[in-house]
């Protein structure tokens, strides 16, 4: 964790993050003295302004003439249709988008509207711009809120989200802007990937990049894979047995889970309690390897996964839990075999697994933009990520009033039991002052049990988790009302300003004389970042407001994160101990969290640098395939005496067609085939560092020597295949020459493993090491 550094101080060094946007004040002096000119104009006045401008983007020089008179327009074109008139920091933020940076600016001050100037702006100059968002809810709402803007400056503009058809997602790609989350742009490419024809793609343009929550969308799912998979002929495993026998397991007698909640293992005496159940079988023989799995798997889903923590069951079906957003993450799930297990547990129908066909990284797909830009309440605390993943400077746009918000020093306290005592006098006390409050949870079970305790001591309240996010509107917009408490799971990304006195704000004054709006956090999150967005809805433009932590050693940021040397002195010294040293044991718990993310962000980005490439170097190739006759002359050099029957038979048109379709198939296939192995070796790489080499090296060279003659046995497998095939066959549906692609493919988000692959693992075992043997802090 970087010290804190005067801003002055940063931008000399040039630290990441301390970009100063200064540089643009002139250009925002500059549009404020066209205002009156603007003003004047009427609506094909200023369109016709806006057509005439010669504005140049993605420079970190913007052109002040030309980028001035925009700003004046944009101005003018937002507050005529859509009632917000632009403040300076927000045509400085504009600015700081438009010459492709990463922005700060608080909660509260206006992003969406910044992020409509900027897309706009780009479009203007010609570009083709993507604002990407984290749902569907804000992709849709930003659109339709901004469309008379955007209209108004002739820019056409649409938007995606999951139940988009095929249809409207090719007419939402041919706006100059288009608002999406990111998963549904990736799920696009990937789709359009297995495409055979033109008329099948919708074809994404990847030009210009805007991205909302900037941090979240590119530093905390960077490595999340998108997954395309396909139908697939396996059955689902049988989990009733194993799920059976774990469930009569006991506790630190049959199995042990770490002190990180990291593993559960069997422990001896539980392995041959199993053996014995299954007919005194030995485990460990290759026969009943595919039960052990299952077993282990089952023990994972029973000790380390919680319901209504990270996962919900509705509608008899398992839907994880976004605990970033708070929200259900409709289009994740975990690998085939644990999920499965979940659904075991849960006593569901367990589905059958599927075959990847297909996957990408948020991060490979953001790095395919020629521009990246974006903005977020808490931008710099990650701007040095920023730099090394994307080469995206970063900076800070200030407030456009002065924070008046009062930070209170966390409250921390030895038991959870402790925390929620106070938590709920804190609560009470405000609640019958008057005074809004908001409450953050970290999980579901967290909110509800809160929310009972609190109807219990005559407290009532408005709960906002992922079991209700469709409300989430009207909830988090309520939450300002007079006397309203609201407890919400996570508040990052809501997209909606909590305005003090309620959505009409009638008793805006009653809640500015009971302080404002008051924000309680009942633990610290994994990260400073998702804290400080709490904090931010407490002090919008200039408002009063209180924040406030409540935190326990008992809480997870502590127990899963602690060092042996500060968990010995917590429970030697108790109450005792000081409150200095209570805030620093949260302080580095917290840093070595973010640490510990950041780690295994590098070293996922180093892992994925091989597959990147050879998957760039397969669609170049596909492309070449569609396009061109690279099928034809592989093919006739392999079967030349066959391939010329066919020609004579029929005629070169069709016979190529045929070829190109079935050389699209083995090129998918071995794709596919190629994606299994290196998934195979990326689990067990780790292994590679107890005979002293680095993994990530091996992994490359592993990968390479598995790619070597990818082309040359697709293509024999394309010519075997033709050379199979008589005349009459030519033209045929590959269907009915055999080939069959998948029936039905389905979209996905892998989340994280919730206990971690065995090269995280040893990453953590390596870190525990540094700590404590070079570091001397355990």
């Known amino acids: 964790m970087r010290p804190s550094v005067p801003g002055w101080a940063a931008h000399l060094l040039g630290l990441p993050g301390a970009v100063s946007f200064r540089r643009y004040l002139p250009i925002v002096r500059d549009a404020n003295a066209l205002e009156d000119r603007m003003r004047a104009l009427d609506d094909d006045g200023l369109r016709s302004e806006a057509a005439a401008l010669y504005l140049r983007t993605g420079e970190k020089r913007l052109h002040r003439e030309a980028t001035a008179r925009y700003l004046a327009v944009a101005r003018e074109a937002a507050d005529r249709t859509v009632g917000l008139r632009a403040f300076d920091e927000q045509l400085l933020g504009c600015c700081a988008l438009l010459s492709g940076h990463a922005v700060e600016m608080d909660t509260g001050e206006g992003k969406t509207l910044v992020g409509a100037l900027a897309a706009a702006g780009f ?17 849709e709402r930003d659109a339709a809120w901004m469309a008379p803007f955007f209209d108004l400056l002739d820019v056409s503009v649409g938007w995606i989200g999951q139940h988009t058809s095929h249809e409207d997602r090719r007419t939402a790609y041919e706006c100059d802007v288009v608002y999406a989350p990111v998963s549904e742009i990736g799920f696009d490419v990937l789709r359009d990937r297995f495409t055979v024809t033109e008329q099948e793609r919708v074809a994404p343009v990847f030009d210009v990049a805007v991205v909302d929550e900037v941090d979240a969308v590119m530093i905390d799912e960077a490595m999340v894979p998108l997954v395309l998979a396909g139908s697939s002929d396996h059955e689902a495993d049988e989990f009733d047995q194993a799920t059976a026998l774990v469930e009569a397991l006991i506790p630190n007698e049959d199995f042990t889970v770490d002190g990180d909640l990291a593993t559960a293992s069997l422990t001896d005496d539980g392995l041959d309690r199993l053996e014995a159940k299954l007919g005194r079988i030995n485990l460990y023989d290759t026969e009943h390897l595919a039960m052990f799995t299952r077993i282990n798997l089952a023990l994972h889903a029973r ?35 644990l999920h499965a297990a979940l659904e075991a547990k849960e006593h569901l129908p367990v ?11 948020v991060q490979d797909l953001l790095l395919q933009y020629e521009t990246r830009a974006g903005m977020s309440g808490t931008v710099t605390a990650v701007a040095e990520e920023l730099i090394e993943f994307y080469k995206l400077p970063a900076g800070r746009v200030e407030r456009h009033e002065p924070n008046q918000r009062v930070d209170v020093a966390d409250s921390i306290v030895l038991t959870e039991e402790a925390k929620l005592t106070a938590i709920i006098t804190e609560v009470a006390t405000r609640h019958r002052a008057g005074q809004p409050v908001l409450v953050g949870t970290q999980s579901v079970a967290e909110s509800e049990a809160l929310a009972a305790r609190l109807d219990a001591a005559g407290v009532p309240v408005r709960v906002l988790n992922a079991k209700n996010d469709a409300q989430e509107a009207e909830i988090v917009a309520r939450a300002g009302e007079y006397g309203a408490v609201t407890i919400s799971t996570q508040m990052s990304g809501r997209g909606t300003d909590i305005r003090l006195g309620g959505v009409s704000e009638l008793d805006h004054d009653r809640v500015l004389a009971a302080g404002g709006l008051a924000v309680i956090a009942t633990s610290r999150y994994l990260s400073r970042r998702l804290d400080a967005q709490l904090r931010g809805r407490a002090g919008r433009q200039g408002d009063p407001g209180i924040s406030r932590t409540f935190l326990s050693f008992e809480d997870d940021v502590i127990q899963l994160h602690a060092t042996d040397r500060m968990l010995t002195r917590i429970d030697r010294e108790q109450d005792a101990l000081p409150g200095v040293t209570r805030q620093t ?7 070595i969290a973010e640490s510990l993310r950041t780690d295994r962000h590098r070293a996922t980005w180093v892992y994925n640098r091989a597959i990147a490439a050879q998957r760039a170097s397969v669609l170049a190739h596909r492309g070449e395939i569609i396009h061109g006759s690279a099928s034809d002359e592989r093919v006739k050099d392999l079967i030349p005496k066959h391939w010329r029957r066919l020609v004579d ?6 016979v190529s067609e045929t070829t190109r379709a079935v050389a699209l198939f083995f090129l998918d296939e071995q794709w596919v085939s190629h994606l299994t192995v290196l998934q195979e070796i990326r689990d067990g790489i780790h292994l590679r560092a107890l005979g002293g080499e680095k993994p990530a090296d091996e992994f490359h060279r592993l990968a390479l020597r598995e790619f070597h003659g990818f082309f040359d046995r697709t293509y024999q497998a394309a010519a075997d295949f033709i050379a199979g095939l008589s005349a009459d066959d030519i033209g045929r549906d590959l269907t009915e020459l055999g080939l069959r692609r998948p029936s039905a493919t389905w979209t996905y988000m892998v989340t994280d493993d919730p206990y971690g692959n065995p ?3 040893f990453i953590r075992g390596v870190g525990k090491f540094v700590r404590s043997k070079i570091l001397n802090l355990e």
């Open 649 to 654: 038979a029929r005629d070169l048109a069709r």
């Open 351 to 361: 589905s059958a697994p599927g075959v990847i066909l297909d996957q990408i990284t």
């Open 303 to 337: 000790t380390l996964v919680q319901r209504d923590v990270d996962y919900l069951v509705t509608d008899g079906k398992i839907t994880l839990i976004n605990t970033t957003r708070g929200r259900v993450a409709h289009l994740q799930r975990w690998p085939d075999g």
């Open 585 to 591: 044991i949260a302080d580095q718990c917290q840093a």
């Open 123 to 139: 479009a203007v100059a010609g570009r083709r711009v993507h604002v990407i968002s984290v749902n569907d809810y804000l992709a």
């Open 759 to 761: 090269g995280d693992r």
